[in-house]
């Protein structure tokens, strides 16, 4: 009986259609494909006046598409008619659906939004917008067009999810037919689908489309690969049905000795996650030993449990394999108990419990709230699956202006492997793992970010670097005055934490970039005779208005900011001032032009700068030289990264004065600097036990900071050098600390390093 025929088999075959035939029927199916009556059996849960209203966009996209051809040779319409009965698996409302069928015409057909507005509401036309690719603006380059289309796309799924759904059934269709485009196409088109599209549709929690998404990726960009796993697995199958046979009838009969009424079924692991499992730790295929489980629907929550009792008394558990995401849902709704047993023969097999309700979320994620609408109007539909993460996507934009940089943040919150831990009061947070006490400040509040100082987990202080792992119990202390470090960059996973912290410190930059374009702006006016910026008041107004279209700037602060930042240059803008000052009748004051030309002759052409090291953002001290107080210094003004101050010998300075002269300007110290400044030296040692202590115990006294320490590789030699970035108040108490050092046994020489010639 083992070499029983299938049904296929013992099924009569039909002769092979002539050729004539066999066009007339591909017509044929064309012409059923691109129908409405396709379409209309899957739309009877909406009324009639919805139906009818589905129909009049469809007639509109079938005109729109009117002689257009996909690479299988199908009519156009084909592809919104799938599209449009994927969001009618999901029960979308008849809006989505319509937008399901034009979500092109914008894009390829010529359609004006407005003319959407006109004919079907704007809801539609904002549906169809939100879907369209931003291919009629010119960008520098294909990653930057393709950011700004994400960007879009995302913002508008942010306010209406039902943009992101029908984008996922869109991107599911294409990749379906995938193989009847060019072959060169795939590898982008697979890339950016396992990249971006399945990764979103995991986030939302629409499961099935996020395998067949992976599936299809997969089979496209390693055909060769993935044929080979696909048959291995099949000859796995074959080699494994009785056992498996064996062990579902061994559960119900357990389930049915329980008097439990469940519904099991097998599964088996994607061949995607398969591969990637086998990449990922070096695994052959007979290592992979989770390849098929079962799943166990229950009626209600308890019996989940209950159910897990039964199994747990049927098989072994495998320590350490039991997880409840029932108690601690994941990030994107997902509820389910799984645990691995013990099965015949020494099988590991998982198990999923869930509820019929738990498995519609699970499969359909987002889409989820439509079918409880549709199915279940008494019960409480999970509205909020993914809001958070949409609303994130918000508050992300709130801060990031750019596209690219937006994508980057967006990009970290795609791959939600959580864990999940508590706050002092209890509540419990779902963080990307890898996240720090940093990102858990930031996902409480904005403003707790933004102030903390310090941490406590599980009541023990730690560095704000710290990773979080599940069950922690975090604690954040602020400080009123206290705001982000631009060091928090370097540790953060979340998005909505690294947005925050590049907006707050944009911002400040900006702020000191303006007042430091301020006092260039005043200074180079004093040297032509103006001894008052002119204020923007009524009076100034249009004087304002004609300086601001000669540096083509929208307003007086990003004026200021652009000279703050380099981009402009003082004394031009200062020129252009006086001469429109003068058509007004205000004239340079005699006095004050010849302290400022004198000033001028002293001291460069825009006036001295004085600096005390609170300057922040705006003013940076050059890395190659590290200037300290007493030095000799000059500033220069570089393209769009503000001031920059160099030691005035310093060889990188002296290239640029050569090269860009008329970007320098006079800078010197404050009497009282109001830091610390960093500097390198270069501390020669003989080798010996205790030698960096004693040179660092050397630094301590003299009450210089280490910042850094770099030691050279070369362990073995008798001789080596010690790198030290220190923190120092002036060149004095530099010099203090160089002659401290000469003093400490094993130090043969000591030295500043810096780029002066």
């Not at 508050?395 to 959580?418: C, G, S």
């Not at 208005?545 to 031009?572: E, P």
Request: with cysteine.
């Amino acid at each position: 009986m083992g070499n029983t025929p299938t049904t296929t088999e013992l099924t009569a075959r039909p002769p092979p259609p002539k050729v004539a035939d066999r066009a007339v029927s591909k017509a044929a199916l064309n012409a059923t494909a691109a129908s409405f009556a396709s379409l209309t059996a899957k739309l009877d849960y909406l009324s009639a006046v919805d139906i009818e209203q589905v129909r009049l966009a469809y007639r509109f996209a079938d005109e729109a598409h009117l002689g257009q051809i996909r690479n299988s040779g199908e009519p156009y319409i084909t592809h919104p008619i799938a599209v449009a009965a994927q969001c009618a698996d999901w029960k979308l409302d008849a809006q989505a659906v319509m937008a399901a069928l034009m979500h092109d015409a914008i894009e390829d057909c010529g359609v004006t939004k407005l003319e959407l507005v006109e004919r079907f509401g704007s809801p539609v036309a904002e549906l169809v917008d939100g879907l369209t690719k931003l291919d009629k603006l010119h960008f520098n380059t294909r990653e930057e067009n393709q950011a700004e289309s994400f960007r879009k796309m995302l913002l508008a799924m942010a306010r209406d999810v039902r943009v992101i759904l029908i984008k996922l059934a869109d991107r599911s269709h294409n990749m379906r037919t995938l193989s009847d485009a060019p072959r060169d196409k795939w590898q982008r088109i697979s890339s950016e689908t396992l990249e971006i599209y399945a990764p979103i549709a995991h986030r939302l929690g629409l499961n099935q489309t996020y395998r067949e998404l992976q599936a299809l990726s997969f089979k496209h960009l390693r055909p060769w690969r993935y044929e080979i796993l696909a048959k291995a697995v099949a000859k796995a199958r074959s080699r494994r049905r009785d056992l498996l046979q064996k062990v579902q009838r061994e559960v119900e009969a357990a389930f049915t000795a329980a008097g439990m009424k469940v519904k099991i079924d097998g599964r088996e692991k994607a061949l995607y996650s398969i591969y990637r499992k086998m990449d990922e730790k070096h695994l052959s295929f007979a290592q992979v030993n989770d390849i098929y489980g079962f799943r166990v629907l229950v009626p209600s929550l308890t019996d989940c449990y209950t159910a897990l009792g039964v199994l747990h008394q049927l098989y072994k558990p495998v320590p350490g394999r039991f997880k409840d995401h029932i108690a601690i849902a994941k990030l994107n709704g997902y509820q389910s108990l799984h645990t691995t047993l013990v099965g015949p023969s020494g099988v590991n097999v998982e198990f999923q419990m869930r509820t019929q309700a738990m498995h519609v979320v699970a499969e359909s994620g987002v889409a989820a709230h439509w079918l409880y609408k549709v199915n279940n109007p008494e019960s409480g539909s999970p509205d909020r699956l993914g809001s958070q993460w949409l609303q994130s996507l918000l508050d992300i934009q709130d801060e990031t202006r750019d596209a690219a940089e937006f994508w980057d943040h967006v990009k970290v919150d795609l791959y939600p492997d959580a864990v999940y831990v508590f706050t002092p009061r209890s509540q419990i947070l779902a963080l990307p793992r890898g996240a720090t006490v940093v990102d858990f400040a930031y996902a409480i509040h904005s403003n707790v970010g933004d102030r903390t100082v310090a941490a406590k987990i599980n009541g023990e202080q730690v560095p704000l670097r710290t990773e979080l792992k599940n069950g922690d119990v975090v604690e954040v202390v602020t400080a009123p005055v206290s705001t982000p470090n631009p060091g928090w960059l370097s540790f953060v996973r979340t998005g909505r934490a690294r947005s925050k912290i590049r907006h707050h410190l944009k911002t400040m930059a900006h702020a000191e970039s303006q007042d430091l374009g301020e006092k260039l702006l005043a200074q180079a006016l004093r040297a032509e005779g103006i001894d008052k910026m002119p204020a923007d008041d009524e009076m100034h107004h249009a004087m304002w208005d004609r300086l601001l279209r000669f540096t083509a700037n929208k307003s007086r602060s990003d004026l200021l900011t652009d000279i703050g930042l380099g981009k402009r240059i003082a004394n031009i803008v200062a020129k252009r001032l006086v001469s429109l000052l003068a058509e007004t009748g205000q004239r340079p004051d005699a006095l004050t032009l010849t302290r400022g030309r004198f000033a001028q002759q002293e001291s460069g052409a825009m006036g001295v700068l004085t600096l005390d090291g609170s300057e922040n953002a705006s003013v940076k001290f050059a890395t190659c030289c590290r200037p300290l107080p007493g030095d000799a210094i000059v500033g220069y003004l570089g393209r769009g990264e503000g001031l920059v101050v160099h030691h005035r010998e310093c060889s990188v300075s002296q290239r640029l004065q050569n090269r860009d002269s008329e970007r320098f300007i006079a800078v010197e110290w404050s009497d009282e600097p109001v830091r610390a400044f960093e500097t390198e030296i270069v501390v020669t040692v003989t080798n010996g036990k205790g030698v960096l202590a004693r040179v660092a115990a050397s630094l301590a006294n003299a009450e210089a900071d280490i910042a850094h320490i770099d030691m050279s590789d070369e362990g073995a030699q008798d001789v080596t050098d010690l790198r030290f970035l220190i923190a120092v108040r002036d060149l004095a108490h530099l010099n203090t600390a160089l002659r401290q050092l000469k003093r400490t046994s094993s130090v043969l020489t000591v030295r500043r390093n810096t780029t002066q010639s």
